[in-house]
């Protein structure tokens, strides 16, 4: 109890000190409680401050508004898969998906497969190095053979907790600070190649997956392709789709697929996944937002999976392939300036420094290992291609490369026959060169 910590003198109870000694006593309790409840060595504005955080009529509003926006979001499933790695993935009837919570997709169904992009001449080939393409990429959920039943899509289930470690509600799901490309004064830093100065209406390539150490809650580190158009204001609009690994959103660390989209810079609009109204999911063995298997080993075998981005030409809409499965689409009317085209698309990785100890991140982008590293142990975009005026795949004209911090993450690039434009990327973060 607090008293007795504080007051340590002894106290005689003969029978005529009884009544006052019992008085007393209980002044000097009610006066400790009202300092502090728990440690009488603390002062008083630290208990002020104590108090003030433990307020339970507002921590129960709270998780009564988390679990509104839980069933808003957690749509009724005919079929519940538990994934190895916790994940419950829910088997929802594919017109009800939150994307139909739109004002101008209620009452409609997904849209049927559009005309993909005719490939340019690019071949599968490793040109002799021990890769495995995307068929032999499968999400854990899956892993043991479990699928959804037909006219079903497959979402993971958000919990309770996953909410709770994001700062808000309104925060949950989204990218809350501006991502630049020619700046990290965010904490956002970038190894990145990239094309600009024309019209695109798709970009495609092939990454290899890691799982990068990420060395706190509120730092993540993904690999991606990124269609954009607008300025870097506040007018900004991308769609983007790769391999991420955030323990804030998912609650471990394991690469996962993901989709992203905001047409105002990430302030209010879009999110990750389908944790908002918007991307319209229609493959039914494609969990967005799973984890993914299996993983890249350094100097062992690589894993890649192949990543198409498109703008249907025929009804404007942006839509998704990943490996050989025509996820969903993002609707055209989602944008501002990608309902006519892009004007940049950018390829590679990038992770955020949140400098909590006051020193560089160690968060790792990649593999966790510079460029010059080099096949086996560096990560890597193979042919890399861009959607034309005319639904083709061609290279990148113009290519470049941008690294913001090349001691800490840097990039390397060329070209041959096998795979195209090529880059390898990535770095360990904090270094001797990386203070």
Known sequence: ?????????????????????????????ILSSSVSPVDCTTNSSEN????????????????????????KINKPALKTIQSSDGDLIDCVPINQQPAFDHPELQGQTPLDPPERPKDYETKNSTNGDNSDDENEIIQLWSSNGESCPVGTIPIRRTKEEDILRASSIMTFGRKTKPIRRDTSSSGHEHAVGYVTGKQYFGAKASLNVWSPKVTNMYEFSLSQIWVISGTFGNDLNT???????????????????????????????????????????????IAVGAAIAPISTYNGRQFDISILVWKDPKRGHWWLQYGSALVGYWPSFLFSHLRNHASMVQFGGEIVDSRTSGFHTSTQMGSGHFATEGFGKASYFRNLQVVDWDNNLIPPPNFRALADHSNCYDIRGGNNRGWGIYFYYGGPGRNIKCP
């Not at 002020?48 to 433990?54: A, E, H, I, K, L």
């Not at 992203?260 to 109204?277: E, H, K, P, V």
């Open 1 to 29: 109890m607090a008293s007795s910590c504080c007051y340590k003198k002894k106290i005689s109870f003969s029978s005529s000190y009884i009544i006052p000694i019992f008085v007393s006593v209980l002044l000097l309790i």
């Open 48 to 71: 002020r401050r104590v108090n003030q955080s433990f307020r339970p009529d507002k921590e129960l509003q709270r998780l009564k508004k988390i679990r509104a926006h839980l069933a």
């Open 239 to 285: 769609i983007e789709a790769g391999w991420q690994v955030s323990p804030q959103l998912y609650g471990d660390s394991h690469p996962r697929f993901f989709t992203y989209w905001t047409t105002d810079a990430y302030q209010t609009t879009g999110c990750y996944n389908l944790l908002c109204t918007g991307f319209v999911q229609t493959h039914a063995r």
